[in-house]
């Protein structure tokens, strides 16, 4: 959930948007916006909590920004959950802002969360109640039919929803994971319960690329998290330890985790390698001084498929795709340095586009990642190859990508 008082910022492109806390004679939330990525901004910041009139002892925050196009949406706490709404990139806001409603006709609390994916705009509060806009925050309604009493985190992926939260009960939590796949308007019939350890759970909520994950945190102590490619018709466990910084991408990312342990020893700390890929040194150019570059589309987990993507090589040109499931190396290979111990697999293949057009030339090859657990953990090398009259050694390489499979 959000924790930030300080300020927040979305950017799209050069547009970027700020929102942030000043006591000021005239306002306390003010944004501000660059169009060159933060190198100037608008001469004159602006208020945004026009018609808010609390005493400075209220504080304010957490605060969030977020957009989706020409659209962009702020929030933040001020006693309760105030929103304001530009449609113009942040240049110009609403007249007043918003306070948004919950149960009974009383505001949304404290804020804790927020998700946005197109029009679909999602708020949390502190005491488990969620709203949700599906007009690009004009409207609002409080969210009733999840089946989860108090909702703790919420994340959507295009019309994906997926939602963790408890049942509200102290003496006997039932921790609960619910989808939704018609962004946020019906829900499961029945949410998943998870088991409940003797403590208070921290429950992280992420959709991304068709993927669906809750990452589950006794505090203190590393935690496990469980993911679904199916919109929660069925789940699988990524089992720990997995820190507090879990997130997921296309590319690999290290979190790391404090786990306290009894006084007076020092606490031990944890890096966990996120699923994804992780670069190896560089491609070489060719044709037109363009240099052919490996990416990898869809996370490599188990009973999913990830694909291994070549781009801007010269087109209608012979590669070669080769993989390692060894370690990384650094091999010079004329002007280049090729990254495959061994070369376990290859592939030839024709890259598309027209003969002899620079940077037009592509080659996909999607791999599936067997659904048993025995390659969790592995790593697999990639590195293609094209012909390349223009190149110095008549060829170029990509990059190279190590892959880590969960």
């Known amino acids: 959930g959000l924790a930030r008082r300080f300020p927040a910022l979305w950017c799209d492109g050069a547009t970027c948007v700020a929102v942030w806390t000043n006591d000021r ?115 609002w309604a409080h969210v009733t039919n999840t089946g989860v009493a108090k909702v703790h985190e919420v994340a959507i992926d295009g019309n994906q929803v997926v939602v963790a939260g408890w049942n509200g009960q102290t003496t006997n939590a039932v921790f609960l994971v619910t989808t939704s796949l018609d962004g946020g308007l019906t829900w499961q019939n029945a949410p998943l319960a998870l ?89 070489t150019p060719g044709s037109g001084g363009a240099a052919p570059n490996l990416t990898s589309v869809g996370l490599p987990v188990r009973g999913a498929s990830t694909t291994l993507q070549v781009s801007a090589a010269l087109g209608g040109m012979p590669g070669l795709l080769g993989l390692s499931f060894a370690p990384p190396a650094t091999v010079p290979l004329g002007s280049a340095t090729i990254h495959l111990s061994s070369l376990d697999v290859a592939i030839a293949f024709l890259a598309t586009g027209a003969v002899g057009n620079p940077a037009a030339g592509t080659f996909a090859l999607p791999i599936a990642v067997p659904p048993g657990t025995s390659l969790v953990g592995a790593s697999l090398v990639a590195q293609a190859l094209v012909l390349d009259g223009a190149a110095v050694d008549g060829f170029t390489v990509t990059n190279a990508l190590e892959l880590w499979l969960r």
């Open 25 to 139: 004679p005239t306002g306390r939330v003010w944004t501000n916006r660059s169009l060159d990525g933060g190198t100037t901004w608008q001469a004159t910041d602006t208020r945004l909590d026009l018609g808010v009139t609390l005493p400075t002892s209220v504080a304010v925050g957490p605060i969030d920004v977020l957009g989706a196009g020409a659209t962009v949406h702020a929030f933040w706490s001020q006693g309760w959950t105030h929103y304001q709404r530009s449609l113009d990139g942040g240049a110009t806001w609403l007249a007043q802002a918003q306070t948004l409603p919950a149960a009974g006709g009383m505001p949304l609390q404290h804020l804790v969360d927020t998700a946005l994916a197109g029009s679909i705009v999602f708020a949390v509060d502190d005491q488990g109640q969620m709203v949700r806009s599906g007009d690009g925050g004009t409207t």
């Open 195 to 283: 088991p409940s350890p003797s403590t208070v759970v921290l429950m992280h909520a992420i959709a991304r690329s068709g993927q669906l994950f809750v990452h589950i945190e006794v505090p203190g102590y590393a935690g496990d998290a469980i993911r679904s490619v199916d919109g929660g018709n069925s789940w699988h466990l990524i089992s720990g330890p997995v820190g507090g910084g879990f997130d997921v991408g296309e590319r690999r990312t290290i979190h790391v985790a404090n786990e306290p342990i009894a006084f007076p020893q020092l606490p031990q700390f944890h890096v966990y390698v996120g699923m994804g890929s992780s670069v190896r040194g560089s491609a």
